[in-house]
């Protein structure tokens, strides 16, 4: 049998249903809950098939091991959307985009990045396994259904991984609160790998020797940086707005 993992929230529960309806093998709904919302996501769920379970708050409770699941919990085939770095990067259609994250393991991190990833149509999000945190039900239900559709990569040696996408044609861009050129200063419009350090600690020091070039983000204020997923969002759009900007004749 297919190893399952949990879904919490309408977000990631129907993210799952659109892509692959088969592979979700229940799903429990609050059977008090009769808004609007809550019905037209019934009617979904019944028209693809899916098996479903009214059940009361404190059973999903215990289930998602939060309050925060909107009425709605399910039980899906754990996916993985790409294999090796190899097949992920000959799955490619056009200029590659990556988000690497070097030392996130907070779950709410984790999935606002996903999330921010997806928005931006990045390929990819690549994490060294040993500082990185797994797709729990937590990241997929901040990632808001980005954890069912953005592949999640991690990898034994991050420097190796860098050095491979290197290989292949990426530009690796670390991020670093010191570098003198921004985020602005650089061409995005090429293959790209986005590599951003754990909050306050940083890329390590094997990870930011590796990137081809360290970038920072402008900051105007009083803090000294910004929340991973945040300027995870920052770069990844500025390479967005970039890609857009038509060529000049």
Not at 12 to 33: I, K, P
Not at 189 to 218: F, I, K, N, Y
Request: proline letters at 3%.
């Amino acid at each position: 049998m297919a190893k399952q993992k949990l879904l919490i929230g309408f977000h990631a529960v129907t993210a799952r249903l659109r892509q692959n309806a088969a592979g979700v093998s229940d799903v429990y709904v609050e059977a008090s809950r009769r808004d609007r919302r809550m019905q037209d996501f019934i009617r979904m769920a019944e028209g693809l098939g899916v098996r479903l379970h009214p059940v009361d708050a404190d059973r999903l409770r215990g289930m998602a091991g939060t309050d925060r699941h909107q009425g709605v919990v399910a039980r899906a085939e754990d996916v993985s959307l790409a294999l090796n770095l190899d097949e992920l990067l000959d799955g490619i259609e056009g200029k590659p985009l990556l988000l690497v994250l070097d030392g996130v393991t907070d779950p709410h991190n984790l999935g606002a990045c996903l999330r921010v990833a997806d928005g931006a149509g990045a390929h990819a999000v690549i994490a060294p396994k040993d500082r990185s945190v797994g797709l729990n039900a937590t990241v997929a239900k901040v990632a808001s259904g980005a954890a069912e559709t953005v592949p999640y990569l991690t990898v034994t040696n991050l420097a190796r991984a860098l050095r491979t996408l290197q290989e292949r044609g990426i530009w690796v861009i670390g991020t670093d609160d010191a570098a003198e050129r921004t985020i602005y200063d650089v061409d995005l419009t090429g293959p790209v790998a986005l590599v951003m350090g754990a909050e306050g600690e940083g890329m390590r020091r094997l990870t930011r020797d590796t990137c081809d070039e360290l970038v920072s983000l402008p900051m105007a204020g009083g803090v000294e940086s910004l929340n991973v997923s945040v300027a995870s969002g920052v770069s990844l759009y500025e390479a967005v707005r970039q890609r857009r900007v038509p060529a000049r004749g």
